[in-house]
Each structure stands twice: as structure tokens, then as C-alpha cells.
């Protein structure tokens, strides 16, 4: 199935998208975050050379948070009579076949250390493989058992909450490629060097 940006809704018996307040608190947040950063850099370049640099990157940055916004804007996640269908954020799109699809189990997973817990979706095939997740985190939880009653398959729900830890010992197949250690220790090495690399910049700046 090809996904376009404004895909035929005709053919889908399910459509729904994900929670869009978090991605405007998210889109919030970041402006509030880095609106204090860029004004120091602009202070500190604006009678130096390096003022053409700092604005760029600060386009580059802010354009990155919108275009990350756009994209958000466009998931959605739908069920035709044939398939089970997932336009991904940053991801490829996929398509499952629902003749692949044998069974869908729901849990309710804790957020954090908070009381609260959240749906989460795995859809499985015979062999006990995930083909497909939705994350309560993401996704309401009236349209994650929506979509879950509509590939109509046996449905296996737990209403037990379970920490993350349990839930991914239990079902370690439902840890998403965000969720894994590798991609953690990737953000955070990456993280720690753009702010070393900040403050040497500003560092200089300031001794210049």
C-alpha cells in the first residue's frame, strides 16, 4: 500500500492518529528550552564575526524542530480490510498483512515511577513475533482498542499494571529501536558533546 501525505480514507475501516497535545507540548517545551540559549549567543556574537554562524545554526535548529513537528502531524495508524497500516514519524511506513496477523495482547504498563500506567499494543503472529506496537504514551487508549477490536483477532488483555522493566522482560520484543540501551548511550554521548562543543564556543567567544 502506497502512503501518500493525504492518504484515501475510503478504503480504511479504522483511522485514527496519535495524541497531538504531545506534540505540541513537546514543540513547546523545546522553543522554551532553547529561546534562553540562542538569545545568550546572539548577545555574545552580535558584533563578532561568528554572528552569521550562530543565526544559521539557529535557523537549521529551529527548522529541524518544525519540520520534526510536520512529521509528527502526519502519523496515523489505520486498519482496510486488508491490511494494518502505520505511517511512522521518522521511520518507513509499513503495511502488515492482516492474514499474517494471529493475535493482539494489551497491557497496562507504569509510566515511570508515577502510579499512572499507560495501554500498550503488541500485535503478534503465530510464532509469538511482533509485527506491529502502538505505545499509550503516543496513542490513546480508546483508539489503541479500536484498532485492536478492528483487525479482528484474538484479543488478550491484562489489566494488571506492570513496570517498563517486567513489560520488556515479559515481552522483550515490544522494546522499540527509541527504547533501546544502544540508542540511549548514543543520545547521550551525542548530547554531552554538542554541549561541550557550546560551551568551548561560548568560551571563546568570551575570551576573544
Excluded at 507540548?25 to 549567543?41: C, D, E, K
Excluded at 499494543?121 to 502502538?134: F, S
Amino acid at each position: 500500500m502506497t502512503i501518500t501525505r493525504g492518504p484515501d480514507r475510503t478504503g480504511f475501516t479504522i483511522y485514527t492518529t496519535p495524541l497531538q497535545s504531545l506534540g505540541r507540548t513537546a514543540l513547546v517545551s523545546g522553543a522554551s528550552s532553547l529561546l534562553p540559549v540562542f538569545a545568550a549567543l546572539l548577545w555574545l556574537t552580535v558584533e563578532s564575526e561568528a554572528l552569521p554562524a550562530v543565526l544559521s545554526t539557529e535557523a537549521a535548529v529551529t527548522g529541524a524542530f518544525f519540520v520534526v513537528f510536520l512529521r509528527y502531524k502526519l502519523v496515523f495508524a489505520a486498519v482496510t480490510p486488508t491490511h494494518l497500516v502505520k505511517r511512522r514519524m521518522l521511520l518507513p511506513s509499513v503495511s502488515i498483512e492482516r492474514s499474517e496477523i494471529d493475535h493482539v495482547v494489551l497491557n497496562r504498563v507504569y509510566r515511570g515511577s508515577s502510579n499512572d500506567s499507560l495501554t500498550q499494543m503488541l500485535v503478534l503472529d503465530a510464532e509469538g513475533r511482533r509485527l506491529y506496537g502502538m505505545n499509550g504514551l503516543f496513542w490513546s487508549k480508546a483508539d489503541i482498542v479500536r484498532v485492536a477490536e478492528a483487525l479482528e483477532v484474538q484479543v488478550v488483555v491484562d489489566d494488571l499494571p506492570l513496570s517498563r522493566g517486567d513489560y520488556y522482560e515479559m515481552f522483550p520484543m515490544a522494546r522499540g529501536w527509541y527504547a533501546t540501551r544502544v540508542f540511549r548511550l548514543v543520545m547521550i554521548g551525542a548530547g554531552a558533546i554538542a554541549v561541550g562543543l557550546l560551551v568551548m564556543g561560548v568560551q571563546h567567544l568570551v575570551e576573544r
